[in-house]
């Protein structure tokens, strides 16, 4: 009787101390998976595609029903070093809530462009379409002034019959009392979107930095020479 139990001790000892089967990295297989092996399926699928992963018999959708799309569903294993997906199908609500698709291709533009017959003045659209839209697609326009100008609310307003007419950008100003010389050659400007005077500038990096007013012919170096307003005296560029 001794013996039997000292044996069984033995076999349990040994399969205790057994090692586990170290994590690797994982491909799917596309075969029969093992039996027992957990299982996983997409939803809402018209059409499937099957792999084995690790540990997992996997159901994925290559293809949805009528108002749904597809949506990537991460995996994990304790078997495996990396990780991986399946596809399963959601509700396709489109971009517009409850408006489905009908509102996908309403995009507000990134990209400002010249206002037709108004020098110094640009827009983009900024569209919005949603339930409070009767999901129709609204577009407005946003204004900015051009490089070169400035105004912290430019606006246009386009008329039928006559057009557009904007207002609310100035354009930089030339430097007050200069002399024409010869070898002048210098460009006042502005970063667009400038609402301020004192954004307009002279640029010192670039080849057309010379300058000359009533008190002598300069080159302007360093850097940007900004407009600043001087109480005492013209205002003008510094």
């Known amino acids: 009787m001794k013996k039997s139990i000292f044996t069984v001790a033995v076999l349990l000892l040994t399969f ?12 799917p297989v596309l075969s029969n998976c093992i039996a027992g092996t957990t299982k996983l399926s997409g939803s809402n699928c018209a059409t499937t595609s099957h792999f084995c992963w690790g540990g997992y018999d996997v159901t994925s959708c290559a293809s949805c029903k009528s108002g749904y799309k597809l949506s990537e569903i991460p995996l994990s294993s304790t078997q495996c070093t990396n990780t991986y997906q399946y596809n399963t199908c959601v509700p396709d609500t489109g971009t517009g809530g409850g408006c489905g698709t009908a509102c996908d291709s309403c995009i507000s533009s990134l990209i400002w462009s010249n206002v037709s017959g108004n020098t110094g003045y640009q827009r983009r659209a900024i569209r919005t379409c949603n339930e409070d839209t009767n999901c129709k697609c609204i577009t407005n326009y946003e204004y900015r002034c051009f490089a070169g100008y400035y105004g912290a609310s430019p606006s246009c307003m386009t008329l039928i019959g006559a057009g557009t007419e904007c207002s609310g950008c100035s354009q930089c100003p030339d430097v007050p009392d200069k002399v024409d ?20 500038y002279i640029d010192g990096t670039a080849s057309n930095h010379y300058i000359a007013d009533e008190t002598g012919h300069y080159t302007i170096a360093g850097g940007k020479c900004y407009y600043k307003r001087i109480l005492s005296s013209n205002p003008g560029l510094h």
């Open 16 to 27: 205790a101390s057994a090692p586990a089967v170290a994590a690797s990295y994982c491909q």
């Open 181 to 200: 010389w010869v070898d002048e050659s210098y460009s006042i400007t502005s970063a667009a979107g400038s609402t301020l005077i004192t954004q307009c």
